[in-house]
């Protein structure tokens, strides 16, 4: 028990209370069957609590408030608990064995795992409600919904939350209570790293959003045409391979998600490295602030959900990194039921705003999120799609699978169907505020970018991958066997202003991760100062004269309107803006109207 058991029972009270307050029959029965029998029989325990002894000398049924007392105190202690646990029927023993463990189960479920039907038919209800929960099971929460197919109740059970939470200290655990490391992933799995990689991919990414080229719609989420442009323009190492149209952008599209909840206008290159991916995480996405339901990329109609019904997933999953150790794989059974045990809320949102408004797509169409499948298109996939946005970010190494997308809602659900294991690293744990300082994991690459000391011209080595040569195509234009030309054209290709060609040259310093030579430092002094080369003049007014007209030798030979026209070629002639009414004035003289 709690330092202040008092409080403690209160609050199992009153969870047992809201279960309980619209079934005065279920409430009639814990009490006449259950409660009073077992407390009549230890009065010594009920003389202990002066509340108790009140209750019990009623001739009548108490009130709830008071029948849920009842049931807090023959659960607040081990000793009171195996007494009460053994004065209850068999087949309760094992439905609260089994509600442990469950948060809620189906009848369906129950009937498969125990083979304890928990309904019967009700002879006085009305043919539509023609099954009722069975007195054994009273002691329970009781969900029923109404099913039209078998037209009549079916019925979920389930123990209150912090009753459950209670009862699981008199429980021995099971094996996945506890996360439990494992040596290596299973074979046949795919692993990936990119701790190293996302820090020497953050610049881009970051000019690329400041360059406005993250299109986002009226709710905030990324169009999906932005997806597949940023990878291409950005070179981003894929998760997947690009031949899968389903899966080619996954990762893009996640780091795009979280990346456009920034202010473009905010100068996130004064931030750098593993500092710019803390600011990034403790700013926008473990304030609250993140919108978890645009990493269900399956699903469709989420821009619809009100934010009220945006669950915050971020404290679950900094608890859950508390829990982990560095460097150690994680299966994602273990970490579902880690969740599963504990009560957790895992979706990215409630159950009756994906019933309204989300679908996914599949095979035959458009089909809609139901309670039934809520679990498996909503609850679990918020799950993985987290780890893979913290892998995409390079907190978490990932081994997955490729889901079979031939044929989606049959072969697979969603894009994350293949995640298998995660393992936090030294630049997650730095994120989540796990260790106060990051030594960064650096990918050369001075040996992959051979910058030439003559000319504007780069060759790639053997060493590189399509990723590097994709980044490189921000500033410059390929020439074959792997050498690349940078001009005025290709370089200045992403800017506007000075603040983008400063930031392009440090993108450029950034991506080569070397002193460029003197001819380079040459070209970038060049360019700096060609910005804005031209200055537009104020105050004058741009006439075109017609070629037919009598006007080119009026203005020609007339004295004032030479003195009022400033400039004059090709047929167009500058006025400057104090000059224009008395050049018009001047005309109408000569009977032209302007």
């Not at 049924?61 to 009842?70: K, S």
């Not at 859950?320 to 949102?349: C, D, H, P, T």
């Not at 892998?391 to 894009?415: H, I, N």
């Not at 070397?514 to 104020?538: G, H, M, Y």
């Amino acid at each position: 028990m709690p330092k202040n058991a008092a409080q403690h029972i209160l609050k199992l009270a009153r969870s047992i209370e809201d279960v309980l307050r619209y079934q005065y029959e279920q409430w009639r029965y814990l009490y006449q069957e259950v409660l009073e029998p077992f407390w009549r029989k230890r009065m010594h325990l009920i003389k202990k609590y002066p509340r108790l002894l009140t209750i019990s000398q009623t001739s009548y049924i108490p009130e709830l408030q008071d029948v849920a007392y009842l049931y807090a105190m023959a659960v607040s202690e081990e000793e009171i608990f195996d007494e009460f646990y053994n004065s209850l029927p068999a087949n309760t023993q094992k439905m609260m064995d089994y509600l442990v463990w469950h948060p809620i189960a189906t009848e369906k479920e129950i009937i498969r795992d125990l083979g304890l039907p928990i309904s019967d038919r009700d002879e006085n209800a009305t043919h539509l409600f023609r099954k009722k929960i069975k007195r054994d099971y009273l002691l329970f929460g009781v969900y029923a919904s109404f099913n039209w197919e078998s037209r009549g109740n079916e019925f979920q059970l389930y123990i209150p939350h912090e009753l459950r939470l209670h009862l699981i200290n008199y429980y021995e655990k099971p094996t996945h209570y506890y996360l439990q490391p494992v040596s290596e992933p299973l074979a046949g799995v795919t692993s990936l790293s990119l701790e190293g990689q996302i820090l020497a991919e953050l610049p881009s990414i970051s000019l690329y959003h400041q360059q406005g080229k993250i299109k986002c719609g009226k709710s905030g989420k990324p169009n999906a045409n932005t997806y597949n442009s940023m990878r291409k323009s950005l070179g981003l190492q894929e998760f997947y391979p690009q031949d899968n149209k389903l899966l080619q952008a996954l990762r893009t599209s996640l780091i795009a998600n979280l990346w456009a909840s920034l202010n473009p206008k905010t100068k996130q290159l004064k931030l750098s490295g593993a500092e710019l991916l803390k600011h990034l995480f403790e700013q926008h996405y473990f304030s609250g602030k993140f919108n978890h339901s645009y990493l269900l990329l399956h699903l469709k109609g989420t821009t619809r959900i009100h934010s009220y019904h945006i669950n915050r997933l971020d404290l679950l999953y900094r608890e859950m990194a508390r829990e982990m150790q560095v460097g150690k794989w994680l299966s994602m059974e273990n970490l579902f039921y880690w969740i599963y045990y504990r009560g957790y809320y895992n979706a990215a949102f409630d159950q009756g705003e994906a019933i309204q408004y989300a679908a996914y797509s599949s095979a035959w169409g458009n089909e809609p999120v139901t309670r039934s499948n809520y679990d498996r298109m909503v609850e679990w996939p918020s799950l993985k799609a987290s780890f893979f946005l913290f892998g995409a970010f390079g907190l978490f190494d990932l081994a997955y699978t490729q889901p079979d997308t031939s044929r989606p809602g049959e072969t697979c659900f969603t894009p994350f169907d293949g995640l298998q294991y995660v393992r936090l690293n030294a630049l997650g744990a730095y994120v989540f505020g796990l260790s106060d300082t990051y030594q960064p994991v650096i990918v050369s690459r001075e040996d992959i970018y051979q910058l030439s000391t003559d000319k504007l011209l780069i060759r790639l080595s053997e060493a590189a991958s399509p990723a590097d040569a994709n980044r490189l195509l921000n500033f410059a234009t390929p020439l074959g066997n792997n050498r690349y030309r940078v001009s005025n054209e290709s370089f200045l290709k992403n800017c506007r202003d000075l603040q983008d060609l400063e930031s392009q040259i440090q993108l450029f310093r950034q991506l080569v991760q070397q002193r460029p030579p003197r001819n380079w430092e040459a070209f970038f002094e060049q360019i700096k100062k060609r910005v804005e080369p031209l200055s537009l003049v104020q105050g004058v007014r741009v006439y075109q004269i017609p070629a037919s007209s009598e006007l080119p030798g009026l203005i020609a030979t007339d004295e004032k309107l030479k003195k009022l026209v400033w400039k004059a070629e090709n047929y167009q002639i500058i006025i400057r803006e104090k000059d224009v009414d008395k050049f018009k004035n001047r005309l109408k003289k000569f009977g032209y109207l302007i």
